[in-house]
């Protein structure tokens, strides 16, 4: 019987298809417009939805669950991260794809994105674990599952 994921086991799992979307973008950079295109509307899709979901709902479980100043810093640096990627990513769809100038955009972004994920699985996760119990990891997982459905359904109207 396959054990359900929690909180971090989902957000983990956003971050793996976040890094294949970017590596996939990386690849097509220099080659197929259309394509480019495509993937860089599902990234923003991802990243849009991921983001809303740790900021509405696991970053403010983490936050109220720590006390050292330390793991608060983290909060407020992954918060500012998403604002980074927010910049970065209209920027990119002003330019042409298949230019020098798209490849190294995306380049940017696919750096702030991998940063921001290893940060949040080799600090701000193995602290929540230590914070938070696995019954309140479930709980999130469940939380930030709804709101994911229903923040992509929203995306598709």
Same mark, same amino acid.
């Given at each position: 019987?396959?054990?359900?994921?929690?909180?971090?086991?989902?957000?983990?799992?956003?971050?793996?298809?976040?890094?294949?979307?970017?590596?996939?973008?990386?690849?097509?950079?220099?080659?197929?417009?259309?394509?480019?295109?495509?993937?860089?509307?599902?990234?923003?899709?991802?990243?849009?939805?991921?983001?809303?979901?740790?900021?509405?709902?696991?970053?403010?479980?983490?936050?109220?669950?720590? *006390?050292?100043?330390?793991?608060?810093?983290?909060?407020?640096?992954?918060?500012?991260?998403?604002?980074?990627?927010?910049?970065?990513?209209?920027?990119?769809?002003?330019?042409?794809?298949?230019?020098?100038?798209?490849?190294?955009?995306?380049?940017?972004?696919?750096?702030?994105?991998?940063?921001?994920?290893?940060?949040?699985?080799?600090?701000?996760?193995?602290?929540?674990?230590?914070?938070?119990?696995?019954?309140?990891?479930? *709980?999130?997982?469940?939380?930030?599952?709804?709101?994911? *459905?229903?923040?992509?359904?929203?995306?598709?109207?």
């Amino acid at each position: 019987m396959a054990t359900k994921k929690d909180a971090i086991g989902l957000l983990k799992q956003d971050h793996e298809t976040m890094r294949g979307l970017l590596k996939e973008l990386e690849r097509a950079a220099s080659k197929d417009g259309a394509k480019q295109e495509k993937l860089l509307r599902e990234i923003e899709s991802e990243l849009r939805v991921h983001t809303k979901i740790e900021e509405e709902i696991f970053y403010p479980a983490f936050k109220a669950s720590v *006390s050292k100043k330390e793991d608060v810093k983290l909060y407020y640096e992954a918060v500012e991260e998403h604002h980074v990627v927010d910049l970065v990513l209209p920027e990119i769809r002003k330019i042409e794809p298949g230019s020098p100038e798209f490849a190294a955009k995306v380049k940017v972004l696919q750096d702030l994105v991998e940063h921001h994920a290893e940060e949040e699985e080799g600090e701000m996760f193995p602290r929540a674990r230590k914070a938070m119990d696995k019954g309140q990891l479930q *709980s999130l997982a469940e939380e930030l599952g709804r709101r994911k *459905s229903e923040l992509a359904e929203e995306m598709e109207e």
